[in-house]
């Protein structure tokens, strides 16, 4: 399988200066050496809990905020290095939805014209041409193309996601980035969002890097999970592994914390203490070790690192218990 | 295709689509009385503009001497001033004065205000924080000592009043349009259209203009107002544009020299003023109140 997005120490770092009159330099690491690589048409999940840094990996991999340092190699092509016609051209194969289906689309464009503007922009198709794709893409999303001369705000949330997709679909892209695409929907609608990204993906060959904070939609949707915890990957493995058998003791608790549907498997729910800390001021060593219930001595000191896991294509995993 | 929509889009096929926001927004102006009274006076104002050299009754130079001073009612059906010019055909065209310096300094504070307040509100960071301390040394002048300091420096015509007022109405027009900028560059669409390869004059242009266009013309009328005032202001201290051309704040200075034997030299154009800076104040205040979104049950 080969690669089609690889990501190799992403970094992130928001500074803002506060106070006066000596201002101070708060520095937000948001995003600490992350790397991971999805394959042609595999959807790879990033799981972790609010402020994990998982929308900015997300966000940086587009470059919609630049990265610090890393690389971002698309079919081993340096997309950070890319600029003006070369980015543009990027700019066709990856694409995103947007968690928030309410501000993801112009409120004073109709759908027609935001679908077939992206064609136009990259020469694709124009006029008659551009509005039959987009009368089709709107098809292939379940919704009729009479709301092609609608405007957003009369679509339901669920709607909007459709036409999200749809409008990322223009441009006919290789991956799409998934920024947690159905947690501002209702759980009914969820379920049909889902199932028409799923059905996209088997039709169309697309790889998703999908980001959630919810495991079962993780569980359902990726092949490949990725968990991270205060800007840094703790866990990375085929989905089935790590959500069954993780390694990590926070994609442990992580796991336990998820509801089973079998009431005979729910064990008695784990105690996660304390908040995540502020990336503004991670703790040394591992990041997770404050709240880790099996933190040993080392685990303050030294930063753990990167362990394969046993057997061929497993993952691997950032702890000293496996060191 | 296996999946179906999420609600009963049929149902939304049936019923007749709903109307746009601005539709919206002109609807609510037109059931509110006061908005209406407005545009009626302004429109009738306008059309008076317009039509001044088919419905003006006399030629607003000519000079009938021996009629001089006239009070209104009789053959000058608003009076004659010191050189026996009628008052009323002087009114309407002294109203395409007033209207055309109004209309073309607020359009281009408008355009020129507009594209500054939104492109350093979306570049943003210093860029940003420098522009607006300009605008608001601009805006730190009262718009009356601004044009007459333009107009003291440039001499006073027609094109040079324009410039003053449109000067001392870009600052407010930067502000207006790069507060709801500041935004709308957060909201989704603008990182869709960047992700989805469109260069940032496409954005600001085509998806944040559209959507602050409303703010922006609630604002022009209410400075229209303002410009007619500053227009009759400049006129009325010199500096507007030079006599026999008749413009309503010459007339009213004009009128002061014989205001105890012949008050009516400048009370009409006073009230011409007056009507005209109220019927813009009304409808922009009603059409402020109708795309408030506050006030808007969305």
Redesign the interface.
């Known amino acids: 399988m080969s690669a089609v997005l690889q990501v190799e120490g992403l970094r992130k770092h928001f500074v803002t200066k506060k106070g006066f009159p000596k201002p101070k330099t708060v520095t937000v690491r948001a995003v600490e050496d992350v790397s991971f690589t999805i394959g042609e048409g595999e959807a790879f999940g990033l799981v972790g809990e609010s402020g994990c840094g998982k929308s900015t990996v997300a966000?940086a991999l587009?470059r919609?905020i630049e990265p610090d340092a890393g690389r971002v190699l698309y079919r081993g092509e340096d997309f950070r290095a890319a600029n003006g016609a070369a980015?543009?051209n990027f700019?066709?194969r990856?694409?995103?939805v947007?968690?928030?289906p309410y501000?993801?689309?112009?409120?004073?464009?109709s759908i027609g014209s935001a679908l077939m503007?992206?064609m136009r922009?990259?020469g694709i198709a124009e006029g008659a041409e551009a509005r039959r794709r987009a009368g089709a893409l709107l098809?292939?999303?379940?919704?009729?193309p009479?709301?092609l001369?609608?405007?957003p705000?009369?679509?339901?949330g669920?709607?909007r996601q459709?036409i999200?997709i749809a409008?990322a679909l223009?441009?006919e892209p290789e991956l799409i980035i998934a920024d947690e695409p159905v947690s501002a929907l209702d759980v009914?609608?969820q379920a049909?969002v889902l199932?028409?990204m799923k059905?996209l993906r088997q039709r169309r060959g697309l790889a998703f890097l999908f980001v959630s904070h919810d495991l079962s939609v993780i569980r359902w949707f990726c092949d490949r999970v990725a968990v991270m915890y205060l800007g840094r990957i703790v866990e990375e493995g085929p989905a089935g592994r790590v959500l069954a058998d993780p390694m990590h003791p926070y994609a442990r608790i992580l796991r336990d914390a998820s509801p089973l549907p079998d009431p005979a498997r729910r064990a008695e729910l784990p105690r996660i203490i304390g908040e995540i800390p502020s990336a503004a001021n991670p703790p040394p060593g591992c990041p997770f070790h404050p709240r880790c219930p099996q933190a040993m001595p080392v685990c303050s000191t030294t930063l753990p690192r990167w362990t394969i896991a046993p057997g061929e294509g497993q993952g691997g995993v950032a702890c000293h218990l496996h060191g | 295709m296996s999946a179906v929509s999420d609600d009963p889009l049929v149902a939304a096929e049936v019923a007749p689509p709903p109307p746009s926001p601005w539709k919206r927004a002109l609807g609510k102006a037109r059931s509110n009385p006061t908005t209406m009274i407005g545009a009626l006076i302004c429109l009738l104002i306008l059309a008076g503009a317009v039509l001044a050299p088919w419905i003006s009754p006399y030629d607003p130079a000519d000079q009938d001497i021996i009629n001089r001073l006239q009070p209104p009612g009789g053959d000058y059906l608003l009076g004659t001033d010191q050189f026996g010019r009628d008052i009323l055909s002087r009114l309407l065209w002294g109203a395409r004065i007033s209207l055309s310096v109004s209309l073309s300094a607020i359009l281009a504070a408008m355009v020129i205000g507009g594209a500054i307040g939104m492109v350093s509100g979306y570049i943003g960071g210093r860029f940003d924080l420098f522009v607006m301390q300009v605008m608001d040394v601009l805006l730190s002048f009262p718009s009356l000592i601004l044009g007459l300091i333009v107009v003291a420096l440039l001499g006073p015509d027609l094109v040079n009043l324009i410039v003053a007022i449109a000067l001392t109405a870009i600052a407010p027009f930067a502000r207006i349009a790069r507060a709801p900028t500041l935004a709308l560059k957060e909201r989704a669409f603008v990182e869709a259209g960047r992700a989805l390869g469109y260069s940032h004059t496409r954005i600001i242009f085509r998806h944040i203009l559209p959507n602050i266009t409303s703010e922006v013309m609630v604002m022009a009328t209410l400075w229209l107002a303002t410009a007619v005032r500053v227009e009759a202001s400049l006129s009325f201290i010199g500096l507007g544009v030079k006599p026999p051309t008749p413009t309503w704040g010459g007339m009213t200075r004009d009128g002061f020299e014989n205001i105890l034997d012949a008050p009516w030299l400048a009370v009409f154009p006073g009230i011409a003023i007056l009507l005209l800076v109220l019927g813009l104040n009304m409808v922009g205040d009603g059409l402020r109140d109708a795309t408030d979104p506050k006030l808007r049950n969305e």
């Open positions: 966000r587009l919609l980015l543009k700019r066709r990856m694409q995103i947007f968690q928030d501000s993801s689309l112009d409120p004073r464009q503007e992206p922009v990259h098809e292939e999303v379940g919704l009729p009479a709301a001369e609608r405007f705000h009369e679509f339901s669920g709607q459709r999200g409008r223009t441009v009914s609608v049909q199932l028409l059905e």
